[in-house]
């Protein structure tokens, strides 16, 4: 069943070109089935477009052409089925590690002792438990993005968009995340849109690979990746489906970069 359809969408932006305003097309005509409980990741060169579509299909922002549908209905602004993960992240500065992990469940209306039960495990997860009663400020670029992480998850929503979550991460904190990650998945059920510039991980991630076109972004080719979970990212197995995926980005790389209408 799809859960989340994205129909004829296209975005388009005013930007300087030199001294004047330019009206230029940041996506083109996106036209993307994803079904219930799949894992779908978007690589695609910087600028293409991924986030603007992800914010799109967040409710964050409007396309100036197309729709989106959520559960058969059109979505017009964000709602609790549907929770994002930035690319630069966005907690709270002024509250504590766990009070920005439970801030969603607050809102939702959680009690506070299952609150803080929620909270702790996933901080646990994220191996974040000694830092629960730090400010962000103390922490890392990465320690941050894990909180995210955490805080997203906490809410338990229906689909999870994910804006290059893993990207501030050590390799080895990513390595175990992408393990992590995929059991999370397996036990939860969520729908998970998630975009990235590492291969590899769109590939142990992915149960399709959307990889986009240039500016304006189009999808290039859906690449289905069929095969056994726990996927760990140096099984050699995986190897060609990552060759397919940088064979299809190469051409990209060469075209001409031009969005202006
Ligand atoms: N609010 C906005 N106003 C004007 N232009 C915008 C706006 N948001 C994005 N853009 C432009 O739209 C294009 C696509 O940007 P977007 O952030 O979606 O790309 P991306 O694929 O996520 O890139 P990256 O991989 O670097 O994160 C870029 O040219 C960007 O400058
Ligand atoms: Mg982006």
Known sequence: MAKL?????????????????????????INLIIEDEQFVCFVGPSGCGKTTLLNILAGLDKPTEGEVILNGRPVTETGPDTIMVFQE???????KVMDNVEFGLKMKGVEKDKRHEIAMRYLDMMQLTKFANAYTYQLSGGMKQRVAIARALAIDPEVLLMDEPFAALDSQ???????EL???????????????HN???SVVLGDKVVVFSKRPGSVKKEIPI?????RLPEDENLRPYYRQI??????EMDRKDDGTD
């Open 5 to 29: 359809e994205a129909k004829n969408i296209s975005k388009r932006f005013m930007a300087h070109e030199g001294s004047e305003m330019q009206r230029f097309t940041a996506v083109h005509d």
């Open 199 to 201: 291969i590899l991980e």
């Open 182 to 196: 995929q059991l999370i998945w397996a036990r939860t059920k969520k729908t998970i849109v998630f975009i990235t």
């Open 226 to 230: 069929d095969y056994r979970r726990p």
């Open 173 to 179: 904190t990513r390595d175990l995340l992408l393990v």
């Open 89 to 95: 992240n966005a907690l709270f500065p002024w509250l």
């Open 246 to 251: 940088i064979d299809t980005m190469k051409g």
